[in-house]
């Protein structure tokens, strides 16, 4: 599978940038209050590309043995990732009030700054990002 990791990882690259730019749309879409934010393939495909993204990640996880839980920036990435789950699903659904969402859709966003950033440099020191 090492053979791979090249494509793996491309394609685990276009996966996050897909996923968040399909976020994107569909929270402009939320703020909009446009009811094209309820069509099918909008909220079916963010759920292919994140099982894509899913399983690209557990490859290359497998690929350059670093887990979360035994190595920090990873750690760090998987919780910045689930913060940005629950925040995003507020922000998109499940927030009663305008203010909630808009919060929520604040707090993914830079939930999902802190992942990237976190995935780019392999530390979970924002400061340190200055430094690189």
């Keep these: 599978m090492a053979a791979y990791y090249f494509t793996i990882k491309s394609v685990h690259l276009w996966a996050v940038t897909l996923s968040l730019a399909l976020f994107a749309l569909r929270a402009a879409l939320m703020l909009a209050d446009a009811r094209l934010r309820h069509w099918l393939p909008l909220r079916v495909v963010p759920h292919v590309i994140d099982t894509v993204l899913l ?78």
Aim: charged fraction near 10%.
């Design 55 to 132: 399983t690209s990640a557990l490859m290359l996880t497998t690929i350059v043995h670093q887990y979360p839980f035994v190595h920090g920036w990873l750690t760090a990435k998987v919780s910045g990732l689930v913060a940005y789950v629950v925040l995003g699903s507020i922000a998109l659904k499940r927030g009663r009030t305008p203010r909630v969402r808009h919060l929520a859709l604040a707090g993914a966003l830079a939930c999902a700054a802190y992942v990237v950033g976190t995935a780019l440099h392999h530390d979970p020191n924002p400061l340190r990002w200055l430094a690189a």
